[in-house]
């Protein structure tokens, strides 16, 4: 069973950028896909970014599309999600999560969650 753990949230101004990380230990073959997902205070966790190990294709959110990119380093079994020019609504705790569902969107399509890290994007 992949373990997924993510780190690099903190405390930013709007317009700043950051760059969040996640190790995917133990995966294997079958888990193609590692998505970004975020809840805010309040509201439903919600899709952010996907990217497949082999191939390295990607999808995002319209919320984020052009600001948000998702990126994987194989050899590290690394995830990351550099987000630039962050505004207030940006503001949640950003979950890393992998799924065996090669065009998984879906919170459902993803097995293995990490335990979140805050992002907070002050105005």
């Known amino acids: 069973q992949v373990q997924v753990v993510e780190s690099g949230g903190g405390l930013v101004q709007a317009g700043d950028s950051l760059r969040l990380s996640c190790v995917a230990s133990g995966r294997t073959f079958n888990d193609r896909v590692m998505g970004w997902f975020r809840q805010a205070p309040g509201k439903e966790r919600e899709f952010v970014a996907r990217?497949?190990?082999?191939?390295?294709?990607?999808y995002y959110a319209d919320s984020v599309k052009g600001r948000f990119t998702i990126s994987r380093d194989n050899a590290l079994n690394m995830i990351y999600l550099q987000m630039n020019n962050l505004k207030p609504e940006d503001t949640a705790v950003y979950y890393c999560?992998?799924?065996?569902?090669?065009?998984?969107?879906?919170?459902?399509?993803?097995?293995?969650w990490g335990r979140g890290t805050q992002v907070t994007v002050s105005s």
């Open positions: 999560a992998a799924s065996r569902t090669v065009l998984a969107s879906r919170e459902s399509d993803f097995t293995a």
């Open positions: 990217i497949n190990w082999i191939g390295g294709s990607t």
